[in-house]
């Protein structure tokens, strides 16, 4: 059984920084690969950033160039920077298998984190 646990989440003033880490236990590293997804209420779960194995990123269009997605072993990290309000959410650590993870589909996410709010305010 593989668990995400997500740390990191927070308030912070527009055109700050907030970095997210999720660290990954039960899990084999064999296959699947991490990233985020992010969603406010009332509106479909969104992906934010995609890492695969061998270092390969992508990178929604709202927020490239801002983030940037790492991972070492079984801890992947999200450093957001140039916070806008609009990247208020719930942001989720996620694990699936790599052959269409850089698509950021929902629907091929195989785990879910529990989730850690980000507020940024004007």
């Known amino acids: 059984q593989v668990q995400l646990v997500e740390s990191g989440g927070g308030s912070v003033q527009a055109a700050g920084s907030l970095r997210l880490s999720c660290a990954a236990s039960?899990?084999?590293?064999?296959?699947?690969?991490m990233g985020w997804f992010r969603q406010v209420p009332g509106k479909e779960r969104e992906g934010v950033a995609a890492?695969?194995?061998?270092?390969t990123t992508r990178y929604a269009d709202s927020v490239e160039g801002r983030f940037t997605i790492s991972q070492a072993n079984a801890k992947n990290t999200l450093q957001m920077n140039s916070l806008k309000p609009e990247d208020t959410a719930m942001y989720y650590c996620?694990?699936?298998?790599?052959?269409?993870?850089?698509?950021?589909?929902?629907?091929?996410?195989?785990?879910w984190g529990q989730g850690t709010q980000v507020t940024v305010s004007s």
């Open positions: 890492i695969l194995r061998d270092g």
């Open positions: 039960g899990y084999t590293g064999r296959g699947y690969c």
């Open positions: 996620a694990a699936g298998r790599c052959q269409w993870w850089l698509l950021l589909a929902p629907s091929e996410v195989n785990y």
